[in-house]
């Protein structure tokens, strides 16, 4: 283990061990495979030049010292994701603000994925930037390429959010992660029921408007994006459960994209659809329920069935089994 190039005493180890553990005020209630992660992510910016430096600055700028000790503490600090910082609430402003200001350059590649998954999807769909394409490429190629990036621009941002420093902003209250809890299971159902209904809103549904057969059945009478909506209530739940800025940047940036791409996706669909898209559209709302209470729709349960909203549990009970593998930490509330 090193800093700053220079090897760290082998006696000094086992204390930096205690360090770090020390750090963490929850550590006896910590899953061993967490420590790993923790272990894991410290060592990694001990080996990495600019991760140095910023835990080094973090540690000056916190702590007012520039002692070794301070700077295995920054490192600690910097890369401790999942537990708040100890007596931060307790910290002057003044301090609170020198440690965010040292602490934010290690946001720069999750900000520059955030920026690159949500904006490259609004980039990528837009007319100027779409339709030349697609004369280039044809439709399927470009489909398949637009999926392909999308896809490695999701690794990206997941990557680059693991790997964040963990710069808390606000401490959420406990009981809110009950209403995660809530929001989360209501978006699987939205967005297991959504994936599994013939949709008006999709690439390729041009055939499906145009067709005699229900253009919006099922859960699309409640919301012609029941997806979206899945993802901006599961981005919202975060929201609330996590206070940290790493957190903030990224379920708000998916926020962004859940909430801005309806409207998106109705252009686009207005646009290629023309005359057939009126139909849809008044007979759907984007806003939940809204084409129901108005009385432009009925509910067709025949539509949504049993198998769909018990796969949408289903997947709502993997996720939070698998949630302390995954993430780190139990997704089911205390």
Known sequence: MRVHGA??????QPALAGEVLGLLPHAGQVAPPRLAVVARRAEGLMRRPRGLADA?????????????????????????????LRGFADWTPARRVRMIAAMFGTFDTLFAAVVVFVGGHF?????PVRDPLVTWLGA???TSLYSLAAAAALVWLAMAYSNAAYVPIWTPPPDL???TAALTLVACLLVATGATTPSPTTVGSERRALSPADPAPGIFRVTRHPVMWGVALWSVGHLLANGDGASMMLFGGLLVLALGGMAHIDQKRARVLGAAWGPIQLTTSAIPFRALVTGRTSMDWSGIGMWRPLAGLALYLALTAA????AGVTAVPA
């Open 7 to 12: 090897p760290l005493a082998q006696d000094a």
């Open 56 to 84: 080094d600055g973090f540690g000056r700028a916190a702590f007012g010292h520039e002692s070794q000790d301070d700077v295995r503490d920054g490192v600690a600090l910097a890369r401790v994701r999942a537990f708040p």
């Open 123 to 127: 980039l990528l769909s837009s007319q």
């Open 140 to 142: 399927q190629r470009f």
């Open 177 to 179: 992660h009950w209403a």
């Open 323 to 326: 949630h302390p593998w995954f």
